[in-house]
């Protein structure tokens, strides 16, 4: 690819963010919009706009833009909470390492790489991207030491900056933690694979086993009861109760299809919003869920966060896979339907999704070979003569090889995070931010490897017609092919990476859908479409693999850089926006991000000084060679400090602040409230939850030691 290519690339994907980001300012102002860019705003003032809530704060085009960058990182956290932190802290973090690298790497290692050779330069337009990349320096020349250098200052950058940013997550996060109000799953313990009686329920079993064990700190439990259809057909009045409940009923709720498709419009009868009526409509009795089906799954309440902490990390049974244990998840994240999956289940789980998860890999081998061919155009010309004639315009030619690979590779990435979420949801996690975490790792990791290495050791293949023919000849072929492939990644960022914020942005699918609910069903309400939560699993994922690309090709193609930066800039402006304005926050991990963001940046910098160790070798640069030996160990030991130092806290809460805790709510006479709180944190069925968990029967004993509440 020659440098006009890219030029025609970064053209037409520049083209297409301004001209998103000019319609994102336009409809953002009209009314009837407001759902799709507003929705975060609307559900925290109510279901309907009011006369505090005044359109005028978003009439300037560039507002956004300012409100975006003038709001503090405890604006973040008090609006969207601890894992929206953690993303705008990915951004700066690659926004600082980024600006570091693209000092050095322009200043000094793209003369070097320009002029490594001795060769005749064309226009620079004409000019091939390889004579930018490492590929471009002479064997044994003397200036290797520039780019061991460069590659020494951004590993120890990156590094420096790692520790500051985890030391500072850890305080963040321990302050958040410590500063919001009391959390029920502090209280509360999951037990998993209670074992069954023949003489007890699983209520009574799970009722004596942690009175006898835990009789000073026991509070109550509550078991999980199968959701029968009945059940499900109940969330699902309900949800139909409360979508008709918030149409105007001084309108009648008329429902008018466009009388060019339906004729004559429709009217509906408004329901009366009262549960009472609801229940009666239903047909629907309390007392019914005695007959529903207990599972070996429990919520177990406990007097003191240190009691709850205690007894879910203890082994509380000769056989591990019996009473196990874990601190629940927040009452909004928990997963119920996976609740009800056997815990003996869990590993084969485990096992097929990640052969499920590899297999998906191999089938999408297909969309990125053709991919790789039509960056080499004398390939395909040589396959298909036809082709020639076209390829001879230049323009053509400019768009197959500069635009048209990494649009092709994206469109085939949409199936992609659904994929990953839907694996991790048959893996059986039992929270939402747990699924979301693992869905992270895996499109991470799908894309780290059908991005990069298939795309880099395929297109080595086709170039060379040889497949790789031992593990030993991996590092050469990446040695050899990352600087041939660093074109491709350039406009990877300028396709996956502008583009894509833009469309984020303009929120089609929800335009598309308000725009239908508007001007064909004809509904007018100033009501969100849905809850939207970030998809962190997408976006985290997304960034990661940027600031992948952005050190592997930082010493080896530094032409990257300038786009990288630009992309997390406007990042940083992107996503903010839309934490303020139109994604919900029902539920967070608590920042449990940020070890994936932090091992994920490991990965890229070990990698980055094997490639750039195979390099020197290939280039037969002996001191290059080996002063990058120690930097790969120093890189290792650094991450096995953190891993020791900061990573305990992200899965644990040291006892010491849960007991501090714990004695400023008994000092404040809060404990009582929060016994309260327990009886309807966790309510498995939200038509009837609060009436079922306040008409649960509590069995005394003693001084009231024991509360045992009974879904019935």
């Known amino acids: 690819m020659d440098v006009s290519a890219l030029l025609t690339s970064a053209g037409i994907n520049i083209s297409v963010t301004s001209l998103l980001l000019s319609l994102y300012s336009i409809l953002r102002k009209r009314p009837s919009n407001l759902s799709v860019y507003f929705g975060k705003r609307l559900a925290s003032v109510g279901s309907r706009l009011d006369d505090s809530f005044s359109l005028e704060r978003f009439a300037s085009s560039s507002s956004w833009i300012v409100k975006a960058w003038e709001t503090s990182e405890d604006e973040i956290l008090a609006i969207g909470g601890m894992d929206a932190v953690i993303i705008i802290r990915i951004i700066v973090f690659s926004i600082r390492i980024f600006s570091i690298a693209a000092i050095i790497c322009i200043l000094l290692v793209l003369p070097v790489n320009y002029y490594g050779n001795d060769i005749i330069h064309m226009e620079i337009s004409s000019e091939s991207l390889e004579v930018f990349t490492i590929a471009n320096v002479e064997e044994g020349s003397k200036w290797f030491w520039v780019h061991c250098l460069a590659l020494h200052v951004i590993s120890w950058s990156a590094c420096v900056l790692l520790y500051f940013e985890y030391k500072s997550i850890t305080r963040t996060r321990l302050a958040h933690i410590t500063g919001s109000p009391p959390d029920p799953s502090h209280f509360t313990v999951l037990v998993r694979a209670v074992p069954w009686s023949s003489e007890h329920s699983y209520s009574d079993s799970v009722k004596q086993f942690f009175m006898n064990y835990y009789s000073s700190s026991y509070l109550s439990h509550q078991i999980v009861y199968r959701a029968s259809t009945v059940r499900k057909l109940m969330n699902d009045v309900e949800n139909m109760c ?214 880099v050791l395929s297109g080595s293949i086709m170039g060379q017609l040889n497949a790789i023919s031992s593990v030993k000849t991996i590092l050469n072929q990446l040695a050899a092919a990352v600087p041939i492939q660093a074109s491709f990644f350039m406009t990877y960022v300028l396709t996956s990476g502008w583009a894509s914020l833009a469309v984020e942005m303009v929120q089609p699918l929800g335009l598309v859908y308000n725009t239908m609910k508007n001007c064909v069903c004809r509904i007018k309400e100033d009501r969100p479409n849905g809850f939207l939560s970030f998809p962190y699993h997408t976006e985290v994922s997304k960034l990661l693999m940027f600031g992948f690309l952005g050190f592997i090709c930082s010493v080896m193609a530094p032409l990257i850089l300038p786009l990288l930066l630009i992309y997390f800039v406007l990042a940083y402006l992107v996503y903010k926006n839309q934490i303020i304005n139109v994604y919900t926050t029902d539920y967070e991990s608590g920042g449990k991000f940020w070890p994936i963001a932090h091992n994920s940046t490991i990965v890229s910098l070990v990698l980055t000084q094997i490639i750039a160790l195979g390099v020197f070798g290939i280039k037969q640069s002996t001191v290059a060679f080996g002063f990058t030996i120690p930097l790969i160990f120093g890189t290792l030991l650094f991450n096995e400090y953190c891993r020791q130092r900061f990573f305990p806290t992200f899965t644990k809460i040291s006892a010491q602040v849960l007991t501090e805790m714990d004695r400023q709510d008994e000092q404040g006479g809060r404990m009582e409230e929060i016994y309260q709180q327990l009886r309807s944190a966790y309510c498995q069925f939200r038509l009837i939850s609060q009436d079922l968990c306040k008409s649960g029967r509590m069995d005394h004993q003693g001084d009231q030691n024991s509360i045992r509440i009974h879904n019935q």
């Open 242 to 455: 409360q979508l008709v409940k918030n149409f105007s009923t001084e309108e009648k709720s008329k429902l008018s299809l466009l009388p060019c498709l339906c004729g004559k419009p429709n009217s509906f009868e408004v329901l009366s919003d009262e549960s009472d009526s609801v229940r009666e409509n239903i047909g629907f009795d309390i007392s019914d869920l005695a007959s529903e089906k207990e599972y070996a799954v429990a919520f177990v309440y406990f007097k003191t966060r240190y009691a709850a902490i205690v007894a879910a990390e203890v082994l509380h049974s000769e056989n591990p896979m019996l009473w196990v244990t874990e601190l629940a998840p927040e009452p909004n994240d928990v997963l119920w339907s996976n609740l009800c999956i056997p815990y003996r289940q869990l590993w084969f789980r485990k096992i097929a999704i990640l052969l499920a998860a590899i297999a998906f890999m191999i089938v999408f081998l297909a969309p990125v070979t053709f991919v790789q061919g039509l960056t080499r155009l004398h390939q395909l010309s040589h396959a298909f003569p036809f082709l020639k004639g076209m390829f001879k315009q230049k323009y053509i030619k400019q768009l197959v090889t500069g635009y048209l690979p990494s649009v092709i590779l994206i469109l085939f990435q949409y199936a992609v995070p659904p994929t990953m979420m839907l694996f991790s949801t048959v893996e059986g996690s039992v929270s939402h931010s747990g699924r979301k975490r693992s869905a992270c790792i895996k499109v991470l990791s799908f894309t780290i490897w059908n991005v990069f290495f298939v795309n």
